[in-house]
Each structure stands twice: as C-alpha cells, then as structure tokens.
C-alpha cells in the first residue's frame, strides 16, 4: 500500500509521466517505475488525505452519433447506414452494446470509423434524423494526495522534483469525483495527529431531524432512487430494499469493489449503525465505473436512458467537472430532469476559490449541493459561485442551491460496518437521501417535480450568518421546513434570488460591495426563474419595471431579458440596472420592484384557457451616489479573457503541472476576487468591459485593466485604444509567458488518438498584446522567468513570467535577476539571468495623455496559484496612471536599467498551426489562415418603460423566503426536541472514522428487528406480570399464622430483671 500511495504521489505530482497502453473500448493499463518514498515527502508532512479525481479522453475512432428521437436498434443501423453508404463497409461498424438498455429504443449510437473520418462525420452530420455527433469519451478517475487537516494548507516542507517533459497524458477535462478521502473503505485511523476538538455525529439523518418524520411514518416508501457509482454488493447488511443492480461496465460484477457507492448509497438508504434519510426507498443501483476507475459517455447515456424507463424519481451523482461544454453528457441531463427525474449533484472539491463551480451541478434544473462542518462553517473545499457560462458579455448565476453537512460524515463501509467521509460527494447523497425522504411524505406526488422540489428546499433552506450567497446559496438543508413547505405547496414560479439589494453585505456580496452610479457599466444580475408548474413555460408579456416614487425609483432604469421559452423547469431573467442622469449628483437608496408573469400549459384541460400561470415580483434595492471623478474608476477587460473548457489555455504558472488548464473565467469576482478587495479598500471603483474596446466611453475612465488576456484584437479595436490613451485614458497591462517552443514541450499526448494536443495559446497572448502596444515602441518578449526577489523593500515571486523586449527611452524600466524558466523546460537546465527587464512605466508624449505600465506576470494577483501578493505594485501603478504620480521608490531604484530596445531579439510569433480561432470571438478560419471577424455591434439594452407606484416598499427585502399560497403553520410537528451531536477530543492516535457500531434505527421501518423486538418485549412483559399475579394469589389464600414466640434463656431474664428493678414485657 505504501509504495502504491507513492507512486499515486509521484505521478500527480509531476515526477512521472503518464505511460498508458490501451485495448480497443477498454480501461487504460497505467505502468509506474518504483520510487522511493522518501524522496517524495517531508517528514514534517504527517497528514495526509487520498482525494479522487476524474479525467477524460477522446477514444481512438470512436464517435456518439445522437438522434433527434428514440429508435430501434433495426432503424438506427438503417439511418447511419443511409448517412454512410459512399463510405467502404470496412471502415466503419456500429460498436456493440450489451447492457440492460439493450433490448430498448434508444437515441444514440456509438460508431468506429477507422477511415475517411472528415468526409464520414460530415455525412452523419447531415442527416435529418442525427442530431449531433462527438466523440465517444473515456473517463479516468484517479487519486491524488493532499493534506487533509482541516482548513490547512498544503505541507510547506514537501520536496517535490521537478523533472520538465513532454506531458504524456490524456486531456485533463476532469468531471471530478467529489469526495476527499477516496481511501476511506481502506483506513484504520491509527496513524492521524492529534486534533482539536470537533464534533463527531452519530447519523447525520438525526441531525437534521429525519426521525421526526420517521416517527410519523415517512420512510422513504414508494419512491425511487437511483445511485450512479460504483455498485453495491448483493448481501451488504445494511441495505433491506435494493430493487435493482446494473451492470454498465465492461466487467462482469456488480459488486462494489472499491466503496465509493456503498457509502453514497448508505447515507441515502441505510437502515442500520450509519442510518440513512429512506431505508424504505426503493434503491436502484447503476454501476457506471469499473473497479479500475473507468467509465465512458456512452455507459452514463444508455444508463441515463435506461433510469427514463424505470421512471426514476431521485438520482445521485456525486461527480463533476468544469466542462459544462459536453454536449451529449448535459442534453441528456436535461432529458433526464425533463421527465420528472430529480438529479442531485455535488458542486465541487476546489473551493475556497470562486467561479470553481462543477457541471451538471451549475445547471438551472439541478439541485447544486455545497459542504459545511458540524459547525456550520461553510467548507474550506466547497466549491463557490458564480457560474461562468455567461462570461464574459454577462455575469454568473447563483450557485450553490444549498448547502449541508459534507465533512466528517459517516456512511457505510464497503461489506460492513461505517466509515467517515469528506467531500461534497458526501453533502450530494445527504441532500439526495432527504428528497426521497421528503417525496415520500407528499400524499399528492403529481406535485413533486425538479422544480417543486428545489423550490421548497430554497425556500425552507437556514441563512447562515456572514456568509454570501455564491458560497452557500439560499443557506443549509431544513428538512423539517421543506416537508411543511412541500405538504402546503401549490404549484406555482419563483425566483432564485427572490430579490436584488444591492446594500446587504455579506450575502448580497459582490454587488453589495459596489454602489452605483450614473455613466457606469450596467450592474447585471442573473436571476433564475424555476417554474413549478410544468416542464415548459414562458413569460407572459414582458416583465414590467413598477419604481416606488417615495423610496426615489425613478432614478433606476432597469433592462431585462429572459429565456423566451422555459425548459426545463427553469430559465433565466437578465436584470440590468443602471442610474439615471438625473441622479448622477444624488446619494440615497432607490426601490421597486420587477413584475412577471409566467405561464405553463395544464396537464388537464379543466383549467382555464389551458393553462396555469403564476405572478412573482422581484423587488430591487440600490444604494446610488454620485459618479465618482475619473481618477477613481478602472475598468476591467472582461471581453479577451478565454477560459477553459472549449481548448487548451496553459495555466500561467507552468509549475501547476498536476492541474494545468486555465479553467477560471478570470473575472474579478472568481480568480481576482482578493485583488478587487484590495481595489474597493483603496477607494476605487471597478467596473467590467463585457465588450470589444469600441465600445465604452473613455473619458468615463481612469486606467484601462487588462490582466492575463488570451483572447486576439479587432484592428478597430487597436485604432481606438491608442485614440483614447492620446486623450487622457492609462492602461496597464499584466502580461503572462508565451513560448512557442515551450507550448510545444507542454503538449498532452492522447494514448486512444495517438495525437498530442497542443496549446492554442500561452499563459497570455503576447503576439496580441505586441500588436495592440506596438505604436509606443513597446513590446514583450518570449522569454520565460521564474524567480524570487526583492523590490521596493516587497519580496516578489516571478511565477511563469516574461520580460519587456522594448520600450521607449524616456520610459522608466526595472529589471531583476531571474531563473530561465524555459531552459528549464526545453533543456532541464537551470541558469540564472541577470537584468531581466520585468516592469516598464511610460508618459505618452500627447499633451494631455495617458499614461502606460507593463508588468510581465499576473501570478501575483491572481488567486489562483498566488504565493506572493503584489497589491503594493498595483496600488503603485494606479496612483502613477490614475495620478501621474511617479513612485520615487521604483524612479529610484538600484534596479531601473536602460530600457530594452529590442533590435537583437525576434519578438514572439503565433504558434503555426494552433485552433485559437475555433474559439475566439475575433478570429475566424480562412482558407487556413484566420483572419478578424467583422467588427460585432456593441450591446444595446432596451430599458423597460417604468409604471411608478405612489406607495412605500418594504424596508426589509429579506423576510424567510415564502413561496405563494404556502401556509406552513398549517403543517403540524411532532413536538420533539433537536439531536444534537456529541462533542469530544480524539484521543493520540486516533482519526474521525470511527467503526462504532451503532443502534437499531426505529419504527416500523427495520422489517428484520424492529418488527420482532416488541413482540418479545410484549412476551416478556406477560411472563413477568403472570409471575407476580400467580405470587400474589398464593399470599391471599393462606391463612394467617402468629409468629411463635421465642423463649430467652433464664439467666438473661434474670441480668435484665436485676438492672431494671421491674419485670419485663412482651
């Protein structure tokens, strides 16, 4: 075990590449050359936790043909055969699949085309009843080490080597198992540290009160649930009621052999020791990964397809991953949900950062799960919000939907007995086990759908104090409130947020956190509609603006749009607020509210017109005030940041080897969160260019932000930027590195395609940034730096960075002495430079003009992978753009250097033959060779006409979420008191995975025991009283006799007789 877990070590910490060889549709074979351990470690580091990921790679030939409906296997054949009948018969064959799915209609295939592949897919393509065809995908789950003390770092004195290849891997797309201790069906809990103490539950089901609806009969009966995982062994104790196991692998068990599902599927249904929510559930078990860790597409599709025909009420999945682009997976999880399925899913291990969150989580019609301790402290790895499917030209969704216990939690162990876990794949089946719970309580099911569930969930759901909503979503799982809720429900629309107000810290934050003002950039909230009606629905009208004129309304324009069709259960409502002109000198908070109306067809024609509708009002609070002096307002250039999943961006610190793609969306609510914190504590007001450069006013601005940009320029765009910082406008611009012969290095070669998958860019795009900083005789160079030094008294940390090729003479450089990180990883050598040109300030000789500063790295703002912060700098920079107050510490630096002029250097060309333009909103393919796009128009808002109203708002927008026509006192309890966990020390020694074993759990729901126990307890009892009944009679009935008397010896009589003077008495 020792050496396997070093091997794990070596090979996701960069020290060995990845070797696979592969059989045709079948797991990977990993092959690891021994280490030893002691090269990997630390000694220091005594903490240590096995967390599972998940990676996925295109299969060799393989392709997911998607119909537009469901057919049989005779007339799928017959329509690819049709689409590919100029193709040679023996280049292509429909691969075979034998599952319980089989005998059924379906709508996909899975096709192996060996030749002609271009002009083949393109015949598929083509037909009129294929939909989509993708490749077929294989995933990988893997374990990887990391200190699990908790709310820790990582061991600061682990060694790691660093050996530079060519990355022989698959493509990290990484849906993520989302638990933490994946080695937890393995653990003794004898070699963990002392702790501090916490607390240890007995059942997580007790602590949110399930045995209350226990009490009342709720079990879980009749309802369906289904766990996607590993499988369940056939005679596991604690199971009563496992209606079906499949098999989706290429394995013939159904057994669990790793206990991973075991656990899932125990806090869902257990019925004894790590009691479950509904152990009278009826438990559908879909094995979907082998006992090698492997999975494919194509099992998770016909496993979805076949829960549809088993009508599936409840469905857990407790993986995820960022790739919210894989469009077979996500279509067939709204189908999935479209026929009354409620999927429940984990929203990631890779918090504390923000816009981390994992896919299918982050969708609308998914109840999105969170983690938090015993304490009620949101989880150190519980990913946080926003979305980021909407960035850049809008902004994210809130996610998290709720949140719940997700650390220490005890389920079942793999044969027997219980285990700990952590992770929000242990939060996913908690939240999972109370909707089965809590369907089965609803006499009227016909009523629970996604929507009505996640509906009464949000809305029962406990607010956390001083958290914010992208960290733990409408607050913590109420299992008691939601069954009062759900027991009253009336099927009807609401919104998540119920409201927007803008002057509630902390929950409102980010938007809190900002005023608004006149001329600024529209403040966006994306508000998501959930329609409990139907399936389908849509917007009546439009939504209308109602501005309170007493709480001053009418200085708020507001814009919306909306999905035109909602489906299914849910869309989108686009708020867009601004500030009139009128107020652009008032301070005040202003109020109203927006009006919609959502219609959803009946699923009987008794109902009027057909249809049902529902009216919600999304009242608005903002704090105005006046807008702000120039000097004080930076704006951020959202539009030419890309993000992962549609290529491969490189990570900008090459060092991050075990996860290299740049999967933030780089906004400065996500990765630059803790920089924008630093901006508002310094007074200046940040707004987001969600547009080409064309089109913002920038007389309105300071200083031009653009920080890690990816994405190439409009030639438009580069004329107006170099009009605007003529006319006053700074810039400053923080570049990253761009190496054409170390993206090649970096490359990831794929064992199934035989075909290595090359950046599309750098860690920025520095050609890009060349041309748009070219007319100043600026430019940055191919160099790559690493490096620690010292400037203006700060210690920096140079991660991945380049250096300035050339700048103007009058300007102002400073140079450092760094490591040629690129030697490093072309050569494996290591080389020290001197004078490397890192940090340029510069005055545009206009009368009147801006002001310019290069930096050559990002890392030291970026959240992401920081070590040192450089706020200090930033704040530097700013006061000499905004300011024209050059730092004396940096004129007057040891360290200011001749500026480079760059004539004995090339500067960095675009790598020949990269697909950025498959991803760019600028680029386009021509003839192979991209060129721009026509210049897009910029967005245009259409405000809402407003219809004042003469009357007073609310003065307090949060009032306990209430859905319409819900009455829950009408809904009684038991009157029972809370269980509370237990709390004690660990003693040496000793972890939190305790195997104690536990009680029966009560009621009529432990058919085995529960039913028995009070038949012989009422035996026993009748034993006993017959006993004392048969003893009593026998005393009445004999008659009674006197004591005879006992006769003292003389010689006592006489003593007493001497003493007393009188005669004794009887």
């Keep these: 075990m020792s050496i396997r877990l070093c091997l794990l070590m070596a090979m996701l910490g960069g020290l060995l590449p990845l070797v696979g060889t592969e059989k045709e549709s079948g797991p990977l074979s990993t092959l690891f050359p021994l280490l030893n351990a002691d090269a990997l470690l630390s000694p220091n580091c005594s903490q240590l936790t096995l967390k599972l990921n998940f990676s996925t790679k295109v299969v060799k030939h393989e392709y997911i043909v998607a119909f537009n409906g469901y057919f049989t296997a005779k007339a799928r054949s017959h329509f690819i055969s049709s689409a590919l009948r100029d193709v040679d018969a023996v280049n292509w064959r429909i691969v075979r699949r034998k599952n319980p799915a089989s005998d059924y209609p379906s709508d996909f295939e899975v096709v192996e085309i060996r030749q002609d592949v271009r002009s083949s897919l393109l015949n598929l393509q083509d037909h009129p009843y294929i939909k989509r065809v993708t490749p077929q995908r294989m995933v990988l789950r893997s374990l990887k080490v990391t200190d699990c003390t908790d709310g820790g770092s990582p061991c600061n004195d682990t060694r790691w080597v660093q050996k530079w290849q060519s990355w022989q891997t698959s493509r990290p797309l990484r849906r993520t198992s989302l638990s933490l201790s994946s080695g937890f069906w393995h653990a003794t809990g004898r070699h963990s540290s002392r702790r501090l103490l916490r607390a240890i539950p007995r059942h997580v089901a007790q602590i949110l009160q399930a045995d209350v609806l226990w009490q009342m009969g709720h079990t879980g009966s009749g309802v369906k649930v289904a766990v996607f995982d590993t499988g369940l062994s056939e005679k596991h104790p604690h199971f009563k009621n496992v209606k079906e196991r499949t098999n989706w692998t290429n394995e013939k068990t159904l057994d669990d052999g790793l206990g991973h599902g075991t656990f899932v599927a125990g806090v869902i249904a257990s019925m004894r020791e790590c009691q479950g929510f509904a152990p009278d559930s009826e438990l559908h078990i879909f094995r979907v990964f082998t006992n090698n860790q492997v999975s494919y597409t194509s099992w998770f599709l016909d496993a979805f397809n076949y829960a549809i025909l088993k009508k599936i009420d409840v469905l857990n999945l407790s993986i995820g991953g960022p790739d919210f682009m894989d469009h077979p997976f996500v279509d067939k999880v709204w189908e999935l ?137 409408h607050g913590k799982l109420d299992l008691l409130r939601a069954y009062q809720i759900l027991n009253s429900y009336k099927p009807q629309a609401s919104l998540s947020p119920s409201y927007i107000d803008l002057t509630e810290c902390p929950y409102m934050w980010p938007y809190c956190s900002q005023p608004i003002y006149s001329g600024g950039m529209p403040t966006i909230v994306n508000v998501t509609i959930l329609n409990g009606m139907g399936v389908t629905g849509r917007i009546v009208d439009k939504p209308i603006w109602q501005p309170y004129l007493p709480q001053n309304g009418d200085y708020v324009d507001v814009a919306v749009s909306y999905s035109p069709v909602l489906w299914p259960w849910a ?137 890690d940009s990816e994405e190439e320029y409009f030639p438009e765009e580069i004329t107006k930027l170099r009009r605007d910082i003529d006319n006053g406008l700074s810039l400053i611009i923080f570049s990253d590195w761009y190496n054409t012969s170390v993206m090649r290095k970096v490359k990831f070669y794929d064992e199934n395609t035989r075909q290595w998958w090359m950046p599309d860019t750098g860690g920025a795009n520095v050609p890009a940034l060349n041309d748009l900083i070219s007319v100043w005789g600026m430019a940055f160079s191919d160099g790559l730096y690493e490096g620690d030094f010292t400037m203006a008294d700060h210690d920096m940390y140079y991660a991945s960075g380049c250096s300035i090729a050339r700048f103007p003479e009058d300007g102002i450089v400073i140079a450092q002495t760094l490591k040629d990180q690129g030697l490093e990883v072309l050569k494996q050598e290591t080389a020290v430079v001197e004078n490397v040109p890192v940090l340029g300030l510069y005055q545009t000789p206009t009368e009147g003009g801006g002001r310019i500063a290069l930096y050559g790295d990002s890392n030291c703002i970026d959240d992401s992978h920081r070590q040192k912060d450089c706020y200090w700098l930033l704040d530097a920079l700013l006061q000499y753009t905004s300011y024209s107050m050059t730092p004396p510490s940096l004129t007057h630096s040891k360290n200011r250097v001749v500026p480079p002029t760059g004539s004995d250097r090339l500067l960095p060309q675009r790598l020949e033959g990269n697909h950025l333009y498959r991803y760019s909103k600028v680029l386009e393919a021509h003839l192979g060779d991209p060129k721009p796009r026509p210049l897009p128009a910029c967005p245009h808002l259409s405000w809402a006409k407003p219809q004042p109203l003469n009357e007073t708002a609310p003065s307090n927008l949060w009032k306990h979420q209430k859905l319409l026509s819900v009455d829950m006192d009408k809904v009684a309890l038991p009157n029972v008191r809370p269980y509370r966990p237990q709390v004690r020390p660990l003693s040496p020694g000793e972890s939190g995975a305790w195997d104690i074993p536990g009680g029966i759990m009560p009621g009529r729901y432990n058919q085995e025991v529960g039913q028995t126990i009070p038949v012989f307890a009422f035996l026993g009892a009748m034993v006993v009283l017959s006993f004392f009944v048969v003893q009593l009679t026998k005393s009445k009935s004999k008659p009674k006799r006197r004591k005879p008397r006992v006769k003292r010896p003389l010689y006592l009589q006489q003593q007493q007789t001497t003493h007393s003077g009188r005669n004794p008495t009887v």
């Design 337 to 473: 949900t479209a026929n009354k399925v409620i999927m429940v899913s984990a929203i990631g291990n890779d918090g504390p950062l923000y816009g981390t969150l994992n896919n299918p989580a982050d969708q609308m019609d998914v109840i999105g799960v969170g983690g938090i301790d015993f304490e009620d402290n949101i989880a150190r790895f519980s990913s946080r919000g926003m979305t980021t499917w909407e960035l850049p030209g809008g902004y994210g969704r809130v996610k998290p939907d709720i949140v719940t216990y997700g650390s220490g939690v005890r389920g079942s162990g793999l044969k027997e007995g219980c285990r700990s876990l952590s992770g929000t794949s242990v939060a996913s089946p908690v939240v999972a086990g109370a909707v089965t719970l809590l369907a089965s309580t609803v006499l009227n099911r016909e009523l629970i759908n996604p929507a009505s569930m996640k509906q009464a969930l949000i809305a029962s759901a406990r607010r956390l104090p001083g958290v914010n909503m992208f960290e733990q979503g």
């Design 571 to 707: 869309g989108y409502l686009a708020v867009s607020i601004s500030v009139a002109k009128k107020a652009a000198s008032w301070e005040g908070i202003a109020q109203g509210h927006v009006m919609v109306t959502v219609a959803s067809p009946a699923e009987n024609d008794s109902a009027v017109g057909g249809e049902l509708t529902s009216t919600v009002k999304l009242p608005v609070k903002v704090k105005i005030v006046p807008t702000p002096p120039r000097s004080k307002r930076i704006l951020w250039d959202q539009y030419h940041n890309l993000r992962y999943p549609p290529g491969y961006f490189p990570r900008d610190n090459l060092r991050m080897k075990n996860d290299p793609l740049d999967w933030n969306g780089d906004h400065i609510h996500t990765n630059f969160r803790d920089m924008y914190q630093h901006l508002r504590s310094m007074g200046y007001f940040v707004e987001v260019l969600g547009a080409p450069i064309t089109c913002f006013d920038a007389s309105q601005y300071g200083t031009l932000m653009m920080v």
